[in-house]
């Protein structure tokens, strides 16, 4: 982070003003004017939403997390991150989720907060941060909303004092520490994946809820011998795989699974510090058994998150950028690279995205407040179906982001698991009972 003159219209002292990290370097090259990379986490809350103490908790956490209350500025060189002033981000959801943030003016950050009913929600610009940064956001978001209320609770599980200075390891890039200046570049091509292509629908986003109890998928699991990730990634693909019979694809259908490096690296940055594997499964005749793409999808799940696999996929991404030749290009230049190579390594060669957030944990004394947490993936321009996943306590929350409003694969998803003994709550913007037959 460095320090700029602010301009004379503003009455603070110094513009805070960041690098964007390195996997973020994509998002401004591939945005379009009607479409950017926004997902969204949400915490469900055991009573309605008060909007105006929401609205002083969002104020109150910008001098701590200065990385969120950013605008994206385009150099000749490069875009940064330059700090705005502008906390009205608390809106009414009245609109399907994950529209498009404004990006590149005014002077509000490119995320907002959304609430209905006993539900905050923070929609965010892909710029700023991954889902782990989100998250740490939001819970902080509602711990200062509740503290504002009257509770009380420790400053634990990634809750902070909103008072405190920022550290410096919050806002670092954490690819950078991984870089390996000796490591042989790669070839990165796959082939192209099966694409999912049902009719789209214009100003649309068809959302559904499945919550799953996590002791009955632990003791399915736990008999199988393989990992929660492991079992829903395995049973999205045979998803796919029954949506696509009697026909069956000669390409993969392939799931693009992002891993969290936090976790592997003991980083503590909010900023992006994501990477993605893909798990592709060539069902390629009409009678492949659950069974079979499991054992498939551990394998492959196994070698793709390995932690020096991760760290020389980091690794490359920073070299990449490192390059001289991408470093004295302008902008313009940087886009059209990053664009190609979104063509080449992006959309076509994955089926959808699979997002297991895992575990969220709060603070002692914050939980009695809060019933479940939530996490949806907008749509790519390629990927018209996503999911995601979060734990907490009992509840497992698949979600299901589709901008169409076909639910053939979301229901043979869930049937599959109902038929394994799981329970399912449904929740979902469509007619529940309609969705519910087939279970």
């Known amino acids: ?27 401004p090259a591939i945005k379009t004017k009607k479409w950017n990379q926004v997902f969204r986490v949400s915490a469900v809350l055991k009573q309605d939403v008060q909007p105006q103490v929401l609205a002083r908790a969002v104020s109150d956490l910008k001098e701590r997390f200065p990385t969120f209350y950013v605008q994206l500025k385009v150099g000749f060189f490069r875009y940064s991150l330059v700090e705005v002033f502008d906390t009205d981000v608390v809106i009414p959801e009245n609109d399907y ?12 950050p490119m995320f907002r907060v959304l609430y209905i009913k006993n539900r905050v929600s923070l929609e965010v610009f892909h710029v700023l941060t991954d889902g782990g940064g989100a998250l740490c956001f939001l819970k902080n978001i509602v711990a200062r ?16 004092d909103y008072t405190e200075e920022p550290k410096d390891y919050e806002t670092e890039d954490a690819f950078k520490s991984l870089y390996q200046k000796e490591l042989k570049r790669e070839a990165r091509k796959e082939p192209a ?15 559904i809820h499945g919550l799953l109890r996590v002791d009955e998928l632990k003791q399915l699991t736990k008999a199988k011998g393989v990992t929660i990730t492991e079992y829903l990634t395995a049973a999205y693909i045979y998803a796919f795989y029954l ?41 390629d005749r009409p009678d492949y058994t659950f ?11 196994k070698e793709g998150l390995n932690k020096e696999t991760l760290r020389r996929i980091a690794s490359m991404n920073t070299k990449d950028t490192n390059l001289l030749a991408f470093r004295l290009s302008p902008v313009f230049m940087k886009n059209f690279y990053l664009k190609v190579g979104f063509a080449l390594f992006g959309p076509r060669i994955m089926t959808t995205n699979f997002s297991n957030f895992g575990i969220v944990t709060v603070p002692k004394g914050m939980e009695e407040h809060i019933d479940h947490f939530e996490f949806m993936l907008g749509s790519t321009p390629n990927s018209m179906l996503n999911c995601g996943t979060v734990t907490f306590g009992n509840i497992i929350n698949v979600t299901f982001a589709c901008v169409s409003e076909a639910v053939n694969v979301q229901r043979h998803f ?9 329970h399912i709550r449904i929740q979902s913007n469509i007619q529940t009972e309609t969705f519910m037959e087939a279970l």
């Open 1 to 27: 982070m460095i320090l700029i003159p602010a301009p004379q219209n503003n009455t603070h002292k110094d513009l805070k003003i960041f690098d964007l990290d390195i996997p973020s370097n994509i998002y």
């Open 97 to 108: 989720p994950c529209l498009p943030v404004v990006v590149g003016s005014g002077q509000k």
């Open 145 to 160: 909303y509740l503290e504002l209320l009257g509770c009380r609770f420790d400053k634990t599980d990634g809750v902070v």
């Open 193 to 207: 994946a099966y694409r999912y292509r049902p009719a789209y629908k214009e100003n649309y986003l068809n959302v």
């Open 243 to 283: 949506d696509m019979l009697p026909r069956i694809s000669k390409k993969e259908i392939r799931i693009s699974v992002p891993c969290e490096l936090r976790r592997l690296f003991d980083f503590k940055t909010v900023r992006n510090c994501s990477l993605y594997t893909n798990i592709g499964v060539h069902a």
């Open 291 to 301: 069974d079979e793409i499991l054992a498939e999808t551990v394998a492959k799940l």
């Open 414 to 422: 869930f049937k599959f698991l109902s038929e394994q003994g799981i």
